[in-house]
C-alpha cells in the first residue's frame, strides 16, 4: 500500500512539473484524458445550462402520457464524435430541430468555462453539424509547429492559431498579403519565419529593403534579386513588370485551345503549362511599404509614382504569371498617397501584429472583419509575435509565429542557397554576397551578462 501511495505521489509531481514547464506533454499524457471524461460527464448539464437544449419531441409526450410514464427532459445535441489532438479536443454534434449553429457560437465562451477548457470555438460543417474545439492550453505562450505540417512550393505553415490548428500562407488561394504592426511587435520575426520556410522550396525569393538592407541582405544567399534603397526598388519593380508580362505571352503561346483540348487542360495560368516549360512562381517581400511611398522633393515624388503604379499593376495582374506580394508596415493607409487604396484592395490576405492605434487596425479589418479590429488593438505589449489574421469571408483568428532569430534565419537560408533559381529579367538585380558557412544557433539563447 505505501509503495502504490509513492507511486501516485510521483505521478502526481510530474502532472504538475508537466503541466508547468511543458503544457503540450502534460496534455498529451493525462490532459486529454482527464478532459475528455469531464466533457462527457458534463455534457448534458452543460448543454440545459447554456440553452442548446430543444423540449422533447411530441411524439415522446405522447408516449408518455398514453404508458403513464415521466415526461422525458429536454434533448441535447447528440454527440457525433469526441476526438483529442495535440492541443484540445474536437467535439462534433448534431444539432436537434429548431437549433442553429449561431447559438453554440454565441455560447463558446460559456462551455469554455463549464467544459474548463483554455478556449472554445465553433464552425458549421455542414447543415445540422456542428464541430466545437476545445484547446486545453494556451497554444500560443509558446509556440511549438507540428513537424507533419504539410508543406508544398506555394502553401508553407507560418504560425500557430489559437485553437491549436495550423496558419497556412497558401499563395494560390491568397497570392497577395499584408501585414501590419508597430515597432517591436512580432512583425520582423514573422517575416523571417516565412522566408525560412520558404527557402527549402521551388519558389523565387524577391526582396525589398529600403532600409539598407538590414532585414534582409544577410538572407541573401537564398534572394535571386534584393533591392536596398528606392532607387534600386523602382528599378526592380520595372524588371517584375517586365517579367510578368513575358510570361504572360508564354502562357498564351501555350493556351492550346482547339477543339479536341479539354477545357480543365487549356492554360490560363503558369500552373496550367506543363513542368518543363512552366516559370519559377516569385514571393516579393516588401519590408516597409512607406519607405517606397514617402517622398520629399519633385523628382521622388515622380519615382514615387511610378513605383506604386509597378506595385499596384503586379497586385493586379501578377497571380496568373505565379507573381505573388508579401507587403509589410507600421501604417497603411491614405495618407501614403493616391494608389496606396487601390493596392490594399487587391492585398487579400491581412495580419496585423500590435498596433498603436485604432486606426491602424482599420486600415487592415476595416473593410473586411470590423470584429478583428478590436481584437488586433488589444494584443498586449509582453505578448510580442501574437497577430490577428483575417481573409475576405469576415473570419478571424489570433496566430503567433515560432519565434526565429536572424541567425537561424541566415542558417536556413545558406543551407538551401542551391535552391535560389536565376530568373533572367532580374539577373542584374541578384545580391553579391560573400560565401559563408552556416554558423550553428545556440540552443537556448542567453541574455549577455557584464563581467
Known sequence: MGRLLI????????????????????????????AGLRTLVRYRSVMDACGLTVPPARWQLTLARLTNRPIPGPRSPRILRLRPTRTGLVLRIKLRAGQD?????????????????????????????????????????RVQMPARAE???????????????????????????????????????YQRNLITELAPQDVALVGIDCKQGVEQAPMARRFTALADDPDTAHDLLAALVRHMQDVYELIRAHQRISADIPDAEIAADIW???????????????????????????????????????????????????????????????ELGKGITMLRAQLTGRTAHRVNDETSANMAFGDIAPDAVLAA???????????????????????????????????????????????????????????????????????????
Open 7 to 34: 507511486i501516485l505521489g510521483l505521478m502526481v509531481v510530474i502532472a504538475l512539473v508537466l503541466r508547468w514547464r511543458r503544457p503540450a506533454w502534460y496534455w498529451m499524457s493525462f490532459g486529454a484524458t482527464f
Open 101 to 141: 449553429a449561431f447559438d453554440v457560437s454565441a455560447s463558446t465562451d460559456r462551455l469554455r468555462h463549464s467544459f474548463g477548457m483554455y478556449g472554445v470555438s465553433s464552425r458549421e460543417l455542414r447543415a445540422g453539424v456542428v464541430e466545437i474545439a476545445m484547446t486545453g492550453y494556451d497554444v500560443l505562450k
Open 151 to 189: 508543406r508544398s512550393a506555394v502553401r508553407v505553415p507560418v504560425a500557430m492559431r489559437e485553437d491549436g490548428g495550423v496558419h497556412y500562407r497558401d499563395y494560390r488561394r491568397v497570392p497577395h498579403a499584408l501585414t501590419l504592426g508597430a515597432t517591436e511587435s512580432g512583425k520582423s520575426v
Open 272 to 334: 496550367d503549362l506543363p513542368e518543363d516549360i512552366r516559370p519559377v512562381p516569385l514571393v516579393v517581400i516588401v519590408d516597409e511599404v512607406a519607405e517606397l511611398a514617402l517622398y520629399a522633393n519633385r523628382d521622388e515624388e515622380k519615382r514615387r509614382d511610378r513605383i506604386i503604379t509597378s506595385v499596384v499593376r503586379l497586385a493586379q495582374l501578377g497571380r496568373a504569371a505565379g507573381v505573388y506580394l508579401e507587403i509589410c508596415g507600421q501604417r497603411f493607409g491614405s
Open 377 to 451: 488593438v488589444q494584443i498586449a505589449t509582453e505578448t510580442p509575435g501574437v497577430a490577428v489574421a483575417a481573409d475576405m469571408a469576415g473570419g478571424w483568428s489570433r496566430i503567433r509565429a515560432p519565434h526565429t532569430t536572424l541567425r537561424q534565419a541566415v542558417n536556413a537560408c545558406n543551407r538551401h542557397a542551391h535552391r535560389t533559381p536565376d530568373v533572367p529579367a532580374l539577373a542584374d538585380f541578384r545580391p553579391v554576397v560573400p560565401h559563408l558557412a552556416p554558423v550553428p544557433a545556440p540552443a537556448v539563447e542567453k541574455t549577455p551578462t557584464a563581467a
